[in-house]
């Protein structure tokens, strides 16, 4: 435990100093450290393009009062969260002001053109999972990892026809992953009958599916990957109501045992994809965040010099037990935000994005292997 403790602090010292470092060599250098940023994925990065989906429900929309309430509009943009996420904190880390636009937001012949390779785009979609069938039944739309991945293929290709520097710039780009907590909660939700339930079975094909989505993208000429696992998903307040609900399937933190175990196996199968594809494919560089293992570092330790959490168990908006049954706009919603762990339901606040997108950039071999993304930058 001691030592536990010790790691704490020394991390904590670490992340301060490094965040001092990069607000200077930000205010130094205005230019980001890459050409552009792709994003794909799920709600925790998405940042508006379900509002453009004709039959995606309003729960899968973040469209409506309380979202946005700390962005500098201080108005809903689609984003799940009270403010930025982490696809904008991690584009803000990178010199960028915040996210790429929505693809869909994109007129087609802005899109097509390579101009837009001067910021990037942002094809997450909140629902999104690895599997093709993640989040039709749960939201009606979304735009699946695979088609976010053939999105982003079809206007490379076009791209590189266009312009001759075009392939450099791609090559040179930073693509940030964030997906697989919808397969997750859909599994440990409905899961199949015990008699025909392969956990193992399950995990590996998400981790076929993610191996062929990297291989799409480095086909066009992606070469630096961010990727960030699924956190622990058990604990996020809806999941925490059915644990309550189920104290069978309890966990050491208060949440959903097996959904959590799902997470924990799921992270090293990660790992060892990328390690053997960056051996498979020439040139392919990636950066790989444990978000379990960040996750857990909050949860031992909530208060730091880094970030001060005081509630890491109710959603900042929502109604009911642990915040769980929804936020929306006659939800109650917290007047402390950046003691919040979690800002609705199943998506961190702004505080937490920002813990998870400031150890992406600068861990030092704790959480994000193996290196950090200043360093694949
Ligand atoms: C994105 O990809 C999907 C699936 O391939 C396709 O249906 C859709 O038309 C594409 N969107 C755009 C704007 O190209
Ligand atoms: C190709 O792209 C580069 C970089 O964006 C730009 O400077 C150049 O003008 C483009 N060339 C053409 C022919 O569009
Ligand atoms: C579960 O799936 C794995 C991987 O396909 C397989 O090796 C294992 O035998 C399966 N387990 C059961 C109980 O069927
Ligand atoms: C989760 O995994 C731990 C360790 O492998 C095991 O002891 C526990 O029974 C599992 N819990 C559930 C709910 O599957
Ligand atoms: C990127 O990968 C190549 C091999 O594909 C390796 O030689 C190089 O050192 C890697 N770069 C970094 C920053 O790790
Ligand atoms: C957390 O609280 C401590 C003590 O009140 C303060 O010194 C520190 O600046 C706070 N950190 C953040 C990120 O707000
Ligand atoms: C919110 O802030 C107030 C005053 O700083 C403090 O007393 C209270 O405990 C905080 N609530 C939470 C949930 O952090």
Same mark, same amino acid.
């Given at each position: 435990m001691a030592s536990r403790g010790a790691g704490g602090r020394v991390l904590a010292a670490l992340l301060a100093l490094s965040s001092v470092l990069v607000l200077a060599l930000q205010g130094a250098a205005a230019k980001p450290l890459v050409p552009a940023m792709f994003v794909f994925g799920d709600s925790l990065v998405d940042v508006g393009n379900n509002n453009h989906l004709a039959n995606c429900n309003a729960n899968c929309r973040a469209n409506y009062r309380r979202y946005g309430v700390d962005l500098p509009c201080h108005s809903p943009t689609g984003r799940f969260s009270n403010g930025y996420n982490l696809a904008d904190q991690l584009a803000q880390q990178l010199g960028f002001p915040e996210s790429p636009p929505p693809f869909l937001s994109l007129p087609p012949e802005a899109s097509q053109s390579h101009v837009s390779l001067d910021t990037g785009i942002n094809f997450a979609s909140g +629902?999104? +999972? *690895? *599997?093709?069938?993640?989040g039709r039944s749960v939201c009606g739309e979304v735009v699946t990892m695979a088609a976010q991945v053939r999105n982003f293929t079809s206007l490379a290709r076009a791209w590189m026809r266009e312009n001759r520097t075009a392939a450099d710039l791609i090559a040179r780009s930073l693509f940030f992953i964030s997906v697989g907590s919808n397969d997750l909660f859909e599994y440990s939700d409905a899961p199949p009958a015990p008699n025909n339930r392969n956990d193992t079975q399950f995990l590996q094909d998400l981790v076929a599916s993610y191996a062929g989505y990297v291989k799409e993208l480095y086909g066009v000429g992606a070469k630096k990957f961010s990727v960030v696992s699924p956190s622990l998903v058990g604990c996020c307040p809806s999941q925490r109501k059915i644990a309550h609900d189920d104290p069978k399937d309890v966990d050491k933190y208060g949440c959903l045992g097996t959904a959590n175990n799902l997470s924990r196996q799921l992270q090293p199968m990660v790992a060892s994809m990328l390690h053997d594809l960056s051996l498979e494919l020439p040139g392919m560089n990636y950066s790989l965040g444990d978000a379990v293992g960040m996750a857990e570092w909050v949860f031992k330790s909530p208060s730091t010099p880094a970030y001060n959490f005081t509630e890491l168990v109710t959603a900042c908006c929502g109604k009911g037990e642990f915040g769980a049954d929804g936020c929306d706009s006659t939800a109650l919603l917290c007047q402390n935000r950046s003691n919040y762990v979690f800002w609705d339901r199943y998506h961190p606040t702004e505080a937490a994005s920002a813990v998870t997108a400031n150890q992406l950039f600068v861990d030092t071999g704790f959480f994000v292997h193996p290196i950090n993304v200043q360093q694949l930058a």
């Open positions: +629902g999104a +999972g *690895l *599997l093709e069938r993640t």
